[in-house]
C-alpha cells in the first residue's frame, strides 16, 4: 500500500534542510508538555541536525529531563563503532545534553540481532506502558528517517520479509540489502508509523534517481512509511528532488 496524505517541502540546500528538520523537532517538543518521545535515525543526513540540536539556540531551548530519544535502527556492531547509529548521535549530541536515563539505545552487544530485537521491543512497551498501540496515543511525537538508494527506511529493506511485520515492534535483520553489509535492528512499520509525525531529511544529488521512484510511487519501504495518526513529511533539498519537482 503507498501512503497517502504526505507532505513534500522542498528547501535551498543542505544548510537549509537541517535548520528546517530543527525547526519541526523544536516544533514537536513545544507542542507537548508532557514526556516528548523522539525516534532518531542513523545515516548521514541527520548528522547536521544532530550538531544543531546540541547548539544554541536549540540546546536551551530543548527541556532536556522531558524529552527521550530512541533509535529507528541500528547495525549490530558494537557501541563506540563508527558504523553504529546510536554512537553517532550520542557523540555528536546526545551525551553531552541528554540526562543518560533519557538515551534509549538498542542493546547490540546482546546474543543476536533477534534477541536484541526483543529486549528493544520491551523496553519500548515499557516506555509506552502498554503491549497493543492505542491509535490516540501515538508512541513518538517524532520519528526521523532517512531514504537509502534502494527505497529502504531504517533497515526495512525492500522485499525483505521484515517490511511486512506487523506483530513485532522491532525485527532482527541478518543481513543488509546495501552497505554496511552487517546485520541490523530495525523498527518495524507499525512501530514507526506511531507518531504524531514522521520526518524524512533527504539531501544531495546522490538522492535524485530514489526520490523519482519514491514521487512516482514504486512500492518501496520509503513509500508505505507513514505516520497513522499525524503528519508525514518529506524534507527535501532542491539537489535531491527531480528538476520537475523542485518548485
Ligand atoms: C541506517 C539508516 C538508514 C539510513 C538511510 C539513509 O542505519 O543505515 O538508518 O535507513 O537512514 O540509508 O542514509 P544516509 O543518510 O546515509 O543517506
Known amino acids: 500500500m503507498v501512503a497517502l496524505g ?65 533509535i529507528g535502527d541500528d547495525r549490530f556492531v558494537k557501541p563506540g563503532n563508527p558504523l553504529h547509529n546510536m554512537s553517532m548521535a550520542r557523540g555528536i549530541f546526545l551525551d553531552r545534553c541528554a540526562p543518560a536515563a533519557n538515551i534509549h539505545p538498542i542493546d547490540t552487544e546482546a546474543h543476536s540481532p533477534y534477541e536484541a530485537a526483543r529486549l528493544y521491543e520491551e523496553e519500548l512497551q515499557r516506555f509506552y506502558g502498554a503491549l497493543e498501540f492505542d491509535p490516540p496515543q501515538p508512541l513518538f511525537d517524532l520519528v526521523l528517517l532517512g531514504v537509502g538508494p534502494d527505497g529502504h527506511i531504517a533497515s526495512l529493506f525492500p522485499s525483505y520479509p521484515a517490511v511486512e511485520v506487523t506483530d513485532q515492534w522491532v525485527v532482527g535483520v541478518s543481513e543488509a540489502h546495501v552497505e554496511p553489509f552487517v546485520p541490523r535492528v530495525s523498527l518495524t512499520l507499525p512501530t514507526l508509523g506511531s507518531c504524531r509525525e514522521m520526518l524524512f531529511e533527504v539531501g544531495g544529488a546522490d538522492k535524485r534517481a530514489i526520490m523519482s521512484r519514491v514521487l512516482e510511487g514504486t512500492d518501496l519501504p520509503a513509500n508505505r512509511a507513514r505516520s497513522y495518526q499525524g503528519e508525514t513529511v518529506w524534507l527535501c533539498d532542491r539537489d535531491a528532488m527531480p528538476e520537475d519537482h523542485r518548485g
Open 6 to 70: 504526505r507532505k513534500f517541502v522542498v528547501v535551498a540546500d543542505a544548510t537549509a534542510l537541517a535548520f528546517a528538520a530543527a525547526d519541526r523537532v523544536m516544533a514537536r517538543i513545544a507542542d507537548n508538555p508532557g514526556r516528548i518521545a523522539i525516534c532518531l535515525t542513523g545515516g548521514s543526513s541527520p548528522r547536521r541536525l544532530y550538531e544543531l540540536l546540541g547548539q544554541e539556540p536549540y540546546q536551551g531551548r530543548i527541556p532536556w529531563d522531558r524529552v527521550h530519544w530512541f
